[in-house]
């Protein structure tokens, strides 16, 4: 399941205390995740932010000195689902308006590199390193209005909304589906200066064994299995190649064939039956013959050990 841009709120108000609710509805689906990006003036810190009543994972806080300003990220992965409030809270009352964004997403793995840039004069041009299928969300803050929407991976993109804490909020989101690598990440203002904060968004990686036409092949880490048909990989550092009836696999791992000719790099063992079981010494043969390297037979029992 690729990564997917679901549900977004945004708010911006003063609470007039220590916390400050807005209530969101999280998406269902597999991999699922809310990030949640919060402005607001410095006169406070941020002290934590749950999600229908979970803690979320703090990302990045970044405070600008010359701004006044603060700007944080909370992501979950696996929220509740359903109509749920993201409540901030922070170490004193805060009378200054605040800015919220909540951004639901399925297929989701987790937060990557995140990185900040403090005021510049605009545009503000940065660079993010993400994985294969990442998004990309950038927040900028200017005393200015910011009307050209931002550069994200060689896409302008319209930003999402404008908010004022003060000074001026506004966040992009990239297109999904990008390529791993450095990243281009360009906050603009209409003049004067931007910040550039920048957070990626991983695509969920699936870790469950492969299936080819109804039979199910699992190998550990580190063992190579050649069959003679379909190719395919199963997860980091194992391959597996189906090519037909024949196997070939590595030697000190269990192995269940149910076809006409197995060969298993022990001793070259080349089994021509109906089944065969291979468990650590142990052989169990349930079909006409088999022969082995070193030595001919052909033999009807059911269990040769070696």
């Given amino acids: 399941m690729g990564l997917l841009i679901g549900n977004k709120t945004y708010a911006n108000s003063s609470p007039g205390s220590n916390s400050y609710t807005v209530g969101h509805s999280q998406n269902v689906g597999a991999g699922s995740m809310l990030l ?43 929220p509740s689902t359903g109509s749920n409030n993201v409540v901030a809270s922070f170490t004193g009352n805060q009378w200054n308006n605040v800015s919220m964004s909540a951004i639901s997403f399925t297929g989701a793995g987790g937060i990557g590199n995140s990185k900040n840039k403090g005021g510049m004069t605009s545009p503000n041009s940065q660079s993010l390193t993400i994985s294969e299928n990442s998004v990309i969300v950038a927040t900028g803050l200017s005393n200015t209005s ?15 909304f404008s908010h004022n804490t003060n000074k001026v909020v506004e966040t992009a989101i990239s ?32 870790s469950t064994p492969t299936s080819f036409l109804g039979i199910q092949a699992e190998t550990s880490p580190y063992v190579e299995s050649k069959f003679l048909g379909v190719q395919a990989e199963t997860s980091p550092y194992t391959e597996a190649k189906f090519l037909g009836v024949q196997a070939e696999t590595s030697p000190f791992y269990d192995v269940k064939h149910h076809g006409v000719s197995v060969e298993f790099n022990i001793g070259e063992i080349a089994f021509k039956g109906l089944s065969v079981e291979f468990n650590s010494n142990e052989l169990t043969f349930k079909g006409l013959s088999v022969e082995y390297e070193y030595l001919e037979s052909g033999f009807a029992q059911i269990i040769r050990k070696k």
């Fill in 36 to 78: 949640v990006t919060i402005v607001m003036s410095s006169s406070v810190n941020f002290s934590g932010c749950t999600y229908g009543g979970s803690a979320m994972t703090l990302v990045l806080n970044s405070f600008y000195s010359s701004l006044s300003q603060r700007v944080v990220s909370f992501y979950i992965l696996n």
């Fill in 146 to 160: 910011q009307s050209s929407g931002y550069d994200i991976a060689g896409s302008t993109r319209t930003n999402l």
């Fill in 175 to 206: 297109e999904t589906g990008l390529s791993a690598g450095s990243k281009n990440v360009t906050t603009k203002a209409d003049y004067n200066w931007i910040t550039n904060y920048r957070v990626e968004v991983l695509e969920s990686v699936s």
